[in-house]
């Protein structure tokens, strides 16, 4: 099961909540708080209060554990930009980019998340054992493909310019 929550027109460029988001990605809840609690930066606070959210509706929606759930996915994307103005001098104006960011957090139930792992697994060596069967199909044709006239020509076209060199000489 996934429970989703999100908070938009946060007042915090997108780049510097992002540091704070990275910290959290893919990890149990438990240490997420923690994690979030120590960090210093404004938008940890942010971010602590929307993972709370989650888990509540998570808690009291679908009746899931809050001790089994896991930040599956979290995401910060660009909301409104505020566009000021700021006098310099000799009459120009320069432009001050106000920016905010919207965040998403995505929340999973650990069992599933483990079968979704093992499914990803089972897919990336089935695609695996395609490539190398497509390699081995390449390799036995360049093995049928004779490499030697290549060779032969190389030499052929030595020897006529040695034979040039004499001929002249």
Not at 24 to 44: C, D, F, H, M, Q
Not at 78 to 83: C, F, I, M, P, W
Not at 115 to 126: F, I, R, V, Y
Not at 127 to 154: F, G, H, T, V
């Amino acid at each position: 099961m996934e429970v989703k929550a999100s908070i938009s027109k946060v007042r915090i460029s997108p780049r510097k909540v992002r540091l704070v988001v990275n910290l959290v990605r893919n990890l149990k809840i438990g240490k997420a708080y923690g994690i979030l609690e120590n960090t210093a930066k404004r938008s940890s606070l942010v971010v602590l209060k929307l993972i709370k959210s989650c888990v509540a509706n998570a808690v009291n929606n679908f009746g899931l554990e809050a001790d089994k759930l896991i930040i599956k996915y979290i995401y910060v994307n660009e909301a409104k930009t505020l566009k000021r103005m700021q006098a310099h001098a000799h009459g120009r104006a320069f432009p001050i980019l106000k920016r905010s960011s919207s965040i998403t957090v995505i929340l999973s139930d650990l069992n599933l998340n483990n079968n979704d792992n093992k499914k990803t697994n089972q897919n990336k060596l089935q695609s695996q054992q395609k490539k190398i069967k497509k390699l081995a199909q390449k390799k036995a044709i360049k093995k049928i493909a004779p490499a030697k006239p290549i060779l032969n020509l190389q030499n052929e076209i030595k020897n006529e310019s040695k034979v040039k060199k004499e001929s002249k000489v």
